[in-house]
């Protein structure tokens, strides 16, 4: 197989990517980092210098499932020790499968900061992808993020305070598109040249901001760089393309926390895959994407020029889900035959924040392409499932700390990583392991109650983990509930490492397996990572445990796995041994004292 070699230094940069300065987490000097273009079937190898200074670090290739090579997946505290200040680490694995990818920081809340970048694996004859040549027109990255312009550790400082000092780090100042965007109003002098202005202030969702669109001087002055001087880093991205051609646009979400909905501007899209899996194509005019989920979609560049809409289009990236605070980010689709390098017309609006039954009808719409010889789609029946388990998702207060909790555990990631305490025969003493974590909802737990309101009801940290043996068929359904704050839900989009799933269904309210089993879609359920469960509601997946290794499993919203959302799948437990791990990778915790690890039986 070919090699794609790569060397980064990882290392603070000073960097606007919303016209502001900031120091960010960057790669080789740059943000957002490297894009890896790989080819099915190639191995990557990317040695990592981490010339951070004061801090550990790791990087997790987000969709590769890293079969035979758990060590590789860039997890802290489970597949791997953060590499220290200084050192170096190559990671090394297969880019099994086409699709869209990304890869990210996974220690602390390191992606917040700005440690991601593009994963695009390429179809081959032998992986091949469906819908490969319904498209002549070339392809497009499209790279989603959201940025806050208080550090990471502010961020992180600001939720582990304790009880009323609690501080939630709120909505992000701006979302970034391929790690550009405009804070708050510069894209109001494109505007008011073409007349939009009034319009795209409406877009503003504060009122204050909607002034400050108007008040170009007072704009200017705030910029450190508005987005239109030369060099600029926060300048909209424009994607030249030829008109009468399709095109691929590969969008992936890498946010902190928000949920986006993305539209381009009198373009239809078609959506073709889902997180690295063809999908059955379906048509929709804008899409929903949470953190973490990727999508290709198919646009055909068809819209006849006219005075408004001169051959360049909007490209719009909105929040949905939370009351947003932020603007929707641009970018600008242009074709090479436009008059004009701007749109006319202001931005379109992104669907209402809170019009929750767009966001069912465009997530129940994705299932697997139909007769389709590259995957397998249909999953094995309910028959077959060795397992079940039932994820209770609250938020709670752990010892005067405000935490996420699954099943009344909270976890608190150990200092050994796992694979490691596995691997060596540590397990014992690396972490909790008296007793697994449990199974399912406490039998009376009422769903639609705050925490504080179920008798008998209290969460604990916790570093356990569900321990699965090599190749059991597992059903895992996670169960949405009330936060502490009477009638509310929140949104988690939740990923798994080491794996596809398949998406069995969503539904409202409590799960109740005995009227809700019989509901799954066994006939074409989408395989995916990362599934969504929306507020006040359940969703169930099932996947085989046939990839050794330690692998988590987690809300993708950065704030909500550091406050303890999050569980880890031991697969294999048996098989631990004699798998190939690089010692260096390993020597932390209790493995860097074993004196079995360290001098070895000759
Ligand atoms: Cu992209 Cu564990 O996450
Ligand atoms: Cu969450």
Redesign the pocket.
């Known amino acids: 197989p070919a090699k794609v070699n790569m060397t980064w230094d990882v290392e603070y940069i000073l960097w606007a990517p919303d016209c502001q300065q900031r120091v960010m987490v960057g790669i080789n000097g740059r943000f957002p980092g490297p894009t890896i273009t790989a080819r099915a079937g190639d191995v990557v190898r990317v040695t990592v210098n981490n010339k951070l200074h004061t801090e550990g670090l790791v990087i997790?290739w987000?969709g590769m499932r890293q079969v035979g090579t758990p060590w590789a997946d860039g997890?802290a505290s489970i597949s791997q020790c953060a590499i220290n200040p200084g050192d170096s680490f190559t990671y090394e694995f297969v880019a099994d499968k086409p699709g869209t990818f990304f890869y990210?920081g996974?220690f602390g809340m390191q992606r917040a900061a700005g440690l991601y970048g593009s994963l695009i694996v390429n179809a081959t004859a032998a992986q091949d992808e469906p819908y490969r040549r319904d498209y002549d027109g070339g392809e497009l990255n499209v790279l989603l993020s959201d940025w806050y312009h208080e550090n990471v550790y502010a961020q992180a400082a600001g939720l582990e305070r304790k009880d009323k000092h609690f501080e939630w780090i709120g909505e992000p100042q701006t979302i970034l598109i391929n790690g550009r965007g405009q804070h708050e109003c510069m894209l109001g002098k494109v505007t008011r040249y073409h007349r939009g202005i009034d319009r795209y202030a409406k877009t503003c969702v504060r009122g204050k901001e909607a002034k400050l669109c108007r008040d170009e001087e007072r704009c200017l002055r705030r910029s450190e760089c508005g987005p239109y001087c030369p060099e600029s880093q926060c300048a909209p991205v424009v994607f030249d393309v030829e008109p009468g051609k399709t095109y691929r646009l590969r969008i992936a979400s890498t946010t902190t926390l928000s949920a986006l909905n993305l539209q381009v501007q009198g373009h239809e899209l078609t959506v073709v895959e889902a997180d690295g899996n063809p999908v059955e194509p379906f048509k929709v005019t804008d899409i929903d994407i949470y953190s973490?989920e990727s999508y290709s979609v198919l646009l055909t560049t068809n819209q006849k020029p006219t005075f408004y809409r001169p051959g360049a289009f909007w490209i719009t990236v909105g929040v949905r889900g939370r009351h947003p605070k932020t603007l929707p980010a641009t970018a600008v689709l242009r074709y090479t035959n436009s008059k004009f390098d701007w749109p006319g017309s202001a931005p379109p609006q992104t669907p209402a924040w809170d019009d929750i039954d767009h966001s069912k009808s465009f997530t129940y719409r994705i299932k697997a392409l139909k007769n389709n010889a590259t995957t397998k789609t249909r999953p094995p029946t309910s028959a077959a499932v060795n397992r079940t388990i039932v994820m209770l998702n609250t938020q709670t207060m752990v010892g005067g700390h405000v935490r996420w909790a699954i099943n009344n555990v909270s976890l608190a990631l150990p200092a050994t990583p796992y694979l490691g305490a596995y691997h060596y025969g540590l397990q014992g003493s690396a972490f909790d392991a008296a007793g697994e974590a449990p199974d399912g909802v406490p039998e009376g737990y009422n769903v639609s109650r705050p925490p504080g309101e179920n008798e008998g009801y209290a969460a604990r940290l916790s570093d356990r983990v569900y321990e699965l043996p090599h190749g059991a068929l597992v059903d895992v359904v996670l169960q949405n509930a009330d936060m502490m704050r009477e009638k509310a839900s929140e949104t988690h989009p939740w990923?798994l490492?080491g794996h596809d799933f398949w998406v069995l269904g969503y539904g409202e309210g409590r799960y109740d397996a005995g009227k809700d089993m019989a509901r799954l879609n066994m006939d074409d359920p989408p395989l995916r990572n990362t599934v969504v469960v929306l507020p006040h509601g359940w969703t169930a997946l099932r996947f085989v445990a046939d990839n050794t290794g330690a692998w988590?499993f987690?809300c993708?919203i950065e704030p909500h796995l550091h406050m303890g959302m999050g569980a880890v799948f031991v697969e294999g437990v048996e098989k631990m041994r004699e798998l190939k791990v690089p010692r260096e990778a390993m020597m932390c915790g209790v493995i860097s004292t074993s004196a079995a690890v360290v001098t070895p039986a000759a």
Do not use: M
């Open positions: 997790h987000h997890t990210h996974h973490g990923h490492h988590a987690h993708h």
